[in-house]
């Protein structure tokens, strides 16, 4: 039976321990792949999301998401749905057209201003975040991570980084040592988040 993790699969890998079940395949790309994601900072797969914010009068409202957002699938202000034509979003804020009909009671309305309006979670994001592929350099990481843990003698470690479990993040490491493997890390470096947002995931 094939395990299949989020960026690899057993299958990617070539050294499993002859004794090595699915139990044991599993385990390592989970702790794998849970290695990048907190290296980086990041997740690189779609993931749905709802959320319950709070209005802040205003025409944008940041979402407050660790993730980049990349698609709103529904907004709802004070339990109505919004029509989609109502809004507009990018990767971490939802925006309100100014020229949404002003009669609409959900919306706060001051001047020529379409406001959310204020309350305490009163606005519903649904919609998915993350990255719309897994790209090829935290594929090639993950594989790496894997075959490392199966045999520590196939790559580079760092000199001065004292190897330990990856299901272990408790570690001090070097701002320059991300996993403790130099060939993982070489993939890795372009896709670490340089500022992430704090909010809810």
């Given at each position: ?133 897994t790209p090829y350099g935290v594929m090639e990481a993950a594989k790496i ?25 408790s570690f001090k490491r070097d701002k320059k040592v991300l996993t403790g493997?130099?060939?993982a890390d070489r993939w890795l470096r372009p896709y670490i988040r340089k ?7």
């Open positions: 039976m094939a395990y299949q993790g989020r960026y690899i699969s057993d299958s990617d890998v070539d050294n499993w321990p002859s004794d090595a079940d699915d139990d044991y395949k599993q385990a390592v790309i989970t702790r794998v792949e849970r290695l990048i994601e907190n290296v980086c900072n990041d997740i690189f797969y779609e993931n749905p999301f709802e959320i319950k914010i709070s209005g802040n009068g205003k025409s944008w409202i940041n979402l407050g998401l660790k993730y980049n957002v990349l698609l709103v699938n529904e907004v709802k202000v004070w339990g109505s749905v919004l029509s989609k034509d109502l809004y507009s979003y990018n990767s971490y804020a939802l925006y309100l057209n100014q020229e949404t009909d002003r009669a609409d009671l959900a919306f706060t309305i001051i001047g020529d201003e379409v406001l959310f309006p204020r309350g305490r979670y009163n606005i519903e994001v649904a919609g998915t975040y993350g990255k719309l592929e991570l894997a075959r490392a843990e199966n045999d520590s003698t196939l790559y580079t470690q760092y000199s001065d980084f004292q190897q330990l479990k990856l299901g272990d993040y493997i130099v060939e500022k992430t947002k704090m909010g809810a995931v």
